[in-house]
């Protein structure tokens, strides 16, 4: 994610930032912040009025709420659509606490004819954003002390499906995209979220896969160490 997050606020119509946003990254790791797009039901005074869009910094990795590490989360950073509306660590998450994670794209290791594996870079054309279908979850460290501003942890999972289009000679699987037609409803906080609604938008995902590039970039992006526009630079 190479933009501010000043123009994701603008771009998507957002009402509340987060206090720490995510600065530009060209090399994002599980278990580092990611941005995230949520829809909100209002409160107080404005109860009943349209949902508030937030922009949040987010861990990427979701640590379930009854989790007792927040370990847990290092491995959960994609959640299989076919399964997460009845995976413990998700369930509850696709019913009420659904997201997006925009991104200007991702990497993936293919292995080519000579059998060495090299890193390649998926994204849109024009530099337009992909917008990935997202769980999150909140997570209280039981060990903070009440006034501890580190006592809650917002954390994410990516949604993947099987792969469609020329990206499934990328990899096996690919993010769940949603389109910006759909959003809003991905996003209704007030939408009871099931089996039904994931393979809905799962199958939405097939449209922007067709459109998606890919090119050849260099070894670099396999180091997390390493961050910079650089990285997306054409592999010769």
Do not use: C
Request: charged content about 25%; aromatic content about 8%; proline content about 9%.
């Amino acid at each position: 994610m190479s933009r501010a997050s000043s123009d994701l606020v603008a771009l998507f119509d957002v009402d509340v930032t987060g206090d720490s946003l995510p600065s530009p990254s060209w090399n994002i790791a599980p278990t580092q912040p990611v941005s995230l797009l949520v829809d909100a039901a209002p409160r107080g005074d404005d109860a009943g009025g349209p949902p508030v869009r937030r922009l949040a910094s987010a861990r990427w990795g979701l640590i379930p709420s009854w989790s007792d590490d927040p370990k847990a989360g290092a491995q959960a950073f994609n959640a299989r659509v076919e399964t997460a509306a009845e995976k413990p660590s998700f369930r509850d998450a696709v019913v009420s606490r659904r997201a997006i994670v925009p991104a200007n794209g991702y990497y993936e290791w293919v292995t080519g004819a000579d059998g060495v594996k090299a890193p390649v870079f998926v994204h849109l054309p024009d530099d337009e954003l992909f917008l990935f279908a997202a769980l999150y979850e909140w997570w209280r460290n039981p060990a903070s002390a009440p006034d501890d501003p580190t006592r809650w942890v917002l954390s994410t999972s990516i949604l993947t499906r099987p792969s469609s289009g020329p990206l499934g000679a990328v990899h096996e699987r690919m993010p769940v995209f949603v389109g910006a037609d759909i959003m809003d409803d991905w996003l209704d906080p007030e939408t009871e979220g099931d089996d039904d609604l994931l393979q809905g938008v799962a199958g939405e995902a097939d449209s922007h896969a067709a459109r998606a590039l890919v090119r050849r970039v260099g070894a670099a992006v396999g180091s997390v160490s390493l961050n910079g526009p650089e990285l997306l630079a054409e592999a010769r």
